[in-house]
């Protein structure tokens, strides 16, 4: 029962953090996001980073875990985890966009 219960907490944070990106994004791309005060939207999304991607990961786990037990429904979570791979690739880019700029650019 615990860990249905964790790994929903886990779904949810994901899907929060998912969303704190794609929002933002979407408005952007409809608005045009002028200068530095409107990417602020993006916020959320940084100060979710450490718990989004550790959500996001077993979540992704969870997801193949699923794909594995080749059930007649679990054609749902193909989806989800090429979502959640995508979201975790992304993240590694941003750490290395960190580590580069703070270590070459001082």
Known sequence: MLSKLALAISYFIAGVYILSILLPSIYCLRQGCKGPAELDAFMPAFGLTPFGAIAT???LQNTIQQIRKGQSWSWVFWPLAVIF???LLGVIALIGFFVYHTAFHR
Do not use: L
């Open 85 to 87: 791979a995508i979201v």
């Open 57 to 59: 990961a077993f979540s």
